[in-house]
């Protein structure tokens, strides 16, 4: 069976590059261009459909796992933007859904951008816990062989 695979980039990233392509090595790949500003999370649904897991970065890790609580998809977020964001996703109502996945978070310990400990703290009130793995000198930034290499272990 091919594997379906859905990559969110972050806030100030493009879609594409090195990773999508390690990716589209896995699976079939869904990466689009997302504009976070104008975002419409339920058009954004209805085009990924259900795929088999969801991989998102910073914002698009934020975005993934809210899109992983609608659709019960794993969901392997890189220092995703759960808190201190500078954009909020408007919503006609409640952001995340009610379903079970699986969460695996990957945060670099030296991120200056999403804090890893304000990241490990957070409860979410919908009671899916997390796994999370640190990245020992790791920014913000993922780099490919720490992607391939989160992937591999946790996909």
Partial sequence: M???IVYLHGLESKAGGPKVDFLATK??????????????LYDLMGKIGKPDL????????????????????????????LH???IEIDSDGELYGDKNY???IILGTEDDVINPEMTKNI????????KFEEIEGMGHRTSLD?????????A
């Fill in 54 to 81: 969801i991989i998102g970065s910073s914002m698009g890790g934020y975005v993934a796992d809210i899109l992983g609580s609608h659709l019960g998809v794993d969901v392997l977020l890189f220092n995703p933007a």
């Fill in 102 to 104: 699986k969460r695996t």
């Fill in 84 to 86: 201190s964001r500078s």
């Fill in 27 to 40: 699976g079939l790949v869904y990466a689009p261009k997302i504009d976070f500003k104008t975002l419409d």
């Fill in 123 to 130: 409860r979410p009130k919908y009671d899916n816990s997390a």
């Fill in 146 to 154: 720490v992607f391939i290499n989160m992937y591999n272990k946790h």
């Fill in 2 to 4: 091919i594997k379906k």
